[in-house]
C-alpha cells in the first residue's frame, strides 16, 4: 500500500521561513505527478505548487516567488521551501501525489494527512 507522509510544519513568525517535505513509501513503480495544497476551515483545499517527472513546476500567483518546489533524486519526496511567510499562509498543507504501483495498472491519485502551518507573532 501507498503512504504519502509530511513533516516540518510548525509555528514560525510572519517573515520568517519554513521547509516542509512529503515522502511517499510502499509498492511503487512510478511517481508522474508530486504537489501542495493547503486548506483552512471552511474553505476549499487549493493548489499551491506542483512538480510532474518531467521536471516542470507550478506555483500559484499567490505565492510565487516566496514558495520554491523541489523532488529529490529519487524522485519520492517533494518538499516546499516557504518564505516571507504570511499570516494569510496559515493552513493545514497536504500533499498529493498521482503514482503507479504496478507497471500493469493505472497510475491513482494519494493524499497525506496533512501537516499544520501557523504563521503568528
Known amino acids: 500500500q501507498v503512504q504519502l507522509v509530511e513533516s516540518g510544519g510548525g509555528l514560525v513568525q510572519p517573515g520568517g521561513s519554513l521547509k516542509i517535505s512529503c515522502t511517499a513509501s510502499?509498492?511503487?513503480?512510478?511517481?508522474?505527478?508530486m504537489a501542495w495544497y493547503r486548506q483552512t476551515p471552511g474553505k476549499a483545499r487549493d493548489l499551491v505548487a506542483a512538480?510532474?517527472?518531467?521536471?516542470?513546476?507550478n506555483i500559484v500567483d499567490s505565492v510565487k516567488g516566496r514558495f520554491f518546489i523541489s523532488r529529490d533524486d529519487s524522485g519520492n519526496t517533494v518538499s516546499l521551501e516557504m518564505n516571507n511567510l504570511k499570516p494569510e499562509d496559515t493552513a493545514v498543507y497536504f500533499c498529493?501525489?498521482?503514482?503507479?504501483?504496478?507497471?500493469?495498472?493505472?497510475?491513482?491519485?494519494?493524499w497525506g494527512q496533512g501537516t499544520p502551518v501557523t504563521v503568528s507573532s
Open positions: 510502499g509498492t511503487i513503480f512510478r511517481i508522474y505527478y
Open positions: 498529493h501525489a498521482q503514482i503507479q504501483q504496478m507497471a500493469t495498472e493505472a497510475p491513482k491519485n494519494y
Open positions: 512538480t510532474t517527472i518531467g521536471g516542470s513546476t
